[in-house]
């Protein structure tokens, strides 16, 4: 996705597309056919109660517990306090109930799927129980991930929170559905590198799209008249009368003195 969004964008937005960008293109299509020849198999489900089962284990109890705690300590510690500084607080909420609400998702829709089929999964509360939580987590992920794009730029917010998201996601699917039980080493370390690979090549991706953005109005735009009146220290008089421009107290005192004197 992240790929085909710079191609498309380099086609039809005429945004030309860096050569570290083709670089990063071409990492995430690598990375992500190693992640699929190496991706294990599905196993068959045939009742949501089969994943509530999955769900309420121990060690996946034990991810929502951390996560729930987490979650509110990011919240109403660090948000009021450093949530416009330091980009890690909103995405942080943001992935951490997104993987959550990625699990649930995939329960959901494992229902549907079987309900479509003739197995009426609807008449079980687990089915209501799953999405309800996906509404809570889609409401907070989508409010947070909208206050972190307001408060900072789409180029840095952007590759932390997929690499945040993704790999919480493939840690909570692990522990969950057990993806790597009865792979080898070398599968499990092949799929490790090709998640490595994807998660580069979208950060080149970005740092590339930030750098054009950056250089394209490098010597494009002449110096606003604030910061050439401050940088301009030849002519007192003409930073003296910007200084009065703007209105600044200390323009205003700077003026009362020459008057005096």
């Not at 599905?42 to 034990?62: C, D, G, H, K």
């Not at 690499?163 to 499990?188: C, E, N, P, R, Y």
């Amino acid at each position: 996705m992240v790929s085909s969004s710079a191609v498309l964008a380099d086609i039809i937005l005429k945004e030309k597309l860096h050569n570290l960008g083709i670089l990063g293109c071409i990492m995430c299509i690598a990375g992500s056919i190693i992640i699929v020849i190496h991706a294990p198999k599905e196993q068959p489900i045939t009742s949501v109660l089969e994943i509530w089962n999955m769900a309420t284990q121990p060690a996946f109890l034990a991810y929502v517990g951390s996560v729930i705690v987490l979650v509110f300590i990011l919240v109403f510690h660090f948000a009021p306090r450093c949530g416009h500084t330091n980009v890690l607080v909103f995405t942080g909420i943001c992935s951490l109930m997104g993987s959550l609400s990625v699990m649930s998702v995939k329960a959901l829709g494992t229902s549907l799927k079987l309900t479509f089929e003739g197995k009426n999964q609807l008449i079980y509360p687990e089915t209501w129980f799953f999405m309800l939580v996906v509404a809570i987590c889609v409401i907070m992920q989508m409010n947070y991930l909208n206050k972190a794009l307001d408060t900072f730029n789409t180029a840095i917010v952007s590759p932390i929170y997929y690499v945040m998201f993704t790999t919480l996601t493939i840690l909570a699917s692990v522990i969950m559905f057990k993806d790597w039980d009865g792979q080898s080493g070398g599968t499990i370390v092949s799929e490790i590198c090709g998640f490595i690979i994807v998660l580069s090549g979208t950060i080149m991706l970005h740092a590339t799209k930030d750098f054009e953005r950056s250089s394209s109005f490098r010597g494009s735009d002449p110096l606003s008249p604030t910061l050439s009146a401050r940088l301009f220290t030849g002519n007192g008089d003409s930073l003296l009368k910007q200084d009065e421009e703007n209105g600044s107290p200390e323009s205003n005192m700077r003026s009362r003195r020459q008057e005096l004197y």
